[in-house]
């Protein structure tokens, strides 16, 4: 008992001493947070000495107190290299960096989500199954972890080789937070190794929640380290805090909070999550193939479920978030808005949407295969041809290029810049439209699958299920309505019309899955879940959804970097190196798709290396054997 | 359900029979027309029709014992949309599009067969039959893939990398990014914050909402709205530079743009590709009013570098036209179209 009690004692200093760790380079940093403050003070003692400029987005006025932006000139002291295109160098040291640091950031907040599942789940060989999945999460995590601490070092080491210049002038805007940034680094490992090393320690009554608060703190620390970084990138597209030379005017506030900075938060917060969810789903699906046992082939595709399940709950919500980032930079400049959407890059986009549409259309087949492990799921599988119809024409919608690639000859047969027919389906209008379609159908996929081995008994289910038709075909005509709709009315209200449309597809999301879980509330079992009895195939969705978005971060990440054109940064530093250019689209999809094929090989060596150190899971932490009555993990009740 | 099911069989066989038709060249591809500002949506809802009419075709040849295997339904469902799409859409679809279609509609053509194992097996069975070769057809057909598919991929393989002398595919940019400023006559103008003089309301004011409120309504059949006709000589402000706008456009730009502004003009054909088409949704309706101005003062030659290949012969309008003439081109063509010029409130 006393036993307890100082374990208790010690655990809460513990957690106060992670909390103080995370609050002490805030503190440390105080006094260089406050230089506008001194600015100001040195302002009132002495007008005439200082020199102000005003701030090219806030359009404040401030006390110069940072050099001018370098003006480069192609040569060795600006731009040195190796006999090899630097850009190329950076591209792929920031990209492997990136890939990583989202794959540790996201997974994280899924163990965290997992955890707390087994935690207050009642049923305890599922808090246990929980549990171990979040162990297993953390475990291939740790490894990457490292990998990323090398590649960020790689990138920085990439940084001053090739681009002194640029790095100078970037960390000299940033200086007050630049440390902060490091120590965050610190506080976010030394969490991490408690975390992890602690598990089983504390594994039991109030210590568990001690952990659990842990993984809160890790996650807050980590979601502030991806807030800074974002920062760097807001700053470099959307410049602010400075004056037109890029001097800094002393309030680092405005530097970080740029016009497009909470807009790169939330699409990569989410996007990290889609991201990570895919990679473990993966690695669920790679294990699984691999499987010699049906009980591991049980545990590996509950596990692939759960980490598919949660990517796409993020994937849900990631297009209406990037949507609201493209409006925001059409807002700050709308030259780069077209660049993006409607000139020069345009094209990339058609092919960020067929990436999207593989997500959507490998999440559906998912769910459909997973069907197959039900018993009473058949009912189902003479509409799912209709199901792919929907899919097909939203998909089909959504990737029509507005600037078609054709011969001169095609372009005088068609009669015109746009084709009459399919021109249409090229705007903004008829593409909210097909990927609303895209993700109502996947919402309507789900409670398919969350209903597929169970039929209702309550009283008003012939209702319910009338209603929940009507409600569907009610939403498909609304989007596709909003969608026409649109041609006929001004842009700016048009643009508008996405919150009816965005609305009616979550309504879809929250109401049917509310009602779909009231309706199979003790409804009748047609049979278990028969875990680990899902086709191969299934498990190549897994792999191409993971595949797809790895491939879609590398695409998105490139066109953000190349809006800003020959600038290093927007309309204040301008790049001056041999190669500021627009690569084709051609180079930069070979060079997405090296990065990509890096990162799914070098990611394979981390999953051995977890392997080498596999733990054996605590008795009943695996799935029962297929066909006994499992214990049903949450989302499929 | 059998009568909804015959229903659609009959659709079925009918736009079956219409589509053979069309491919072979017996029924024109305007039989059946696409309607101007239905087009879009009709297509989709045809190929819907196709779709509940294939439904209904195999539910009716199952119920008579002649079911299609699911392997020549997935095959034939794949052949039709390819068919569709070059025999029934007009006027021609570039070769990339078709080729994104078709590779989209085999996907989905795949997800709808291999959906669950019963279905993955049937469509399985004849390239399984094929390849155990039980029977003597199936052994003959398998040597007659066995040397058919390496001569179809050499010869592929020649073809792709054999040097061609067809015009080379081209990635135009309709809609090159403006720059932040440009200068006009002497004066610099902030295309994200300029706006169009003469967009104004009775009392002289900028007034957007105004000017929209004037323009021809986009209902279909494009009725002028009441007592908004920028030819009657009692109307002033807005409408007025509307009809002096008119005046300059049949002057200057009529004669490629064409009279409908549908880029169809006397000259247009001189020229590949065609000018600009402003009732087509995707060209003025997407764009704010200063970045008409911006292209229609520069013309062709002052496209960014980063537009290229802007293909652009558009004469420098600001060596021929004053500022206002050009502001007043613009407020004309967006009345014309019955389209509003994109703004960011």
Redesign the interface.
Known sequence: MGLVTRKKVFSIMALCAMVGLLLFPVVVSLPSLAIGADAADAEKKDEAKVEKGRDVYYKTEGIVVGAPAPKTVDGPKDYPRYNFESRVLLWFANQQHLYYGSFVLAVPIFCMVVEFMGVVTKDKALAKRYDQLAYDFIKISLTAYSLTAVLGGILIFTFLTLYPAFFGYLSSIFRPVMHIYALMFVAESGTLYIYYYGWDKMREGFLKWIHLSMSVILNVIGTLLMFLANSWIGFMMSPAGVDEQGRFLGNIWHVLHTALWNPLNLHRILGNMAFGGGVVAAYAAYKFLASKTDEDRAHYDWMGYIAMALGVAFLIPLPFAGYWLMREVYAYRQQMGITLMGGLLAWLFIIQATMIGILFLSTNYYLWQAMGRMRGAEKYQRYIKYLVFLLACGYLVFITPHTMVMTPAELKAMGGQQHPVLGNYGVMSAKNGGINVIITTTVLSFVWYMRGNKVSTVSWSKFGNIFMGCFFFFAYVNIIGLAIYGYYIPANVRVGLSVPQVATTLSCLFFMFALNSVMMKGAKQMGPIEWGKISARSQYALIMLATAFTWMMGLMGYIRSSVRLFWHVNEIMRDNSPWAYTHTVGFAANMISFNVLFFWISILFVFWLGSLAAKKAPAGAKADVPGSAAPQPAGSH | MKALMSVGALVGAIALLLLVGMILDVVPSNTVR?V?GY???Q??LE??CF?VGF?GLSYMLSAMGMAVPRFWQGIGFWAFVLLYLKFR?Y???????RA??GT??L??VF??V???????KKFKQPIMNVLDAQSGANKMLRYVYLVLIPILVGFASFDAMKPKS???????????????STKVAGKTYT??TSQNPYRVNPEGKFDQEYS?KLIVE??MGRLMAPNANPWDEKNQGYLKYVREGGEIFFQNCHFCHGDNLN??GLHAFAF???P??FT????I??L?ET?IFWRVAKGGIGLPN??FPWASVMPPWEQHLTVDEIWKVILFEYWHTGY??????
């Open positions: 696409l101007e087009m879009p949506i297509m989709l190929v819907a779709v439904a859409v006027p021609p679809i570039p070769f990339s599009v994104m279609y989209v509609s996907v989905a997800m709808w291999s959906a669950n194992e019963d279905d993955w067809e015009e080379p595919v081209e990635l135009r940019t309709v809609h090159p990014a403006p720059p932040a295309l994200q929209n986009q209902g880029g169809r590949n590709p065609i600009a088409n087509d949704p995707g060209t309706a997407q704010q970045f980063e537009g509003y010029p994109r703004t960011w409130d």
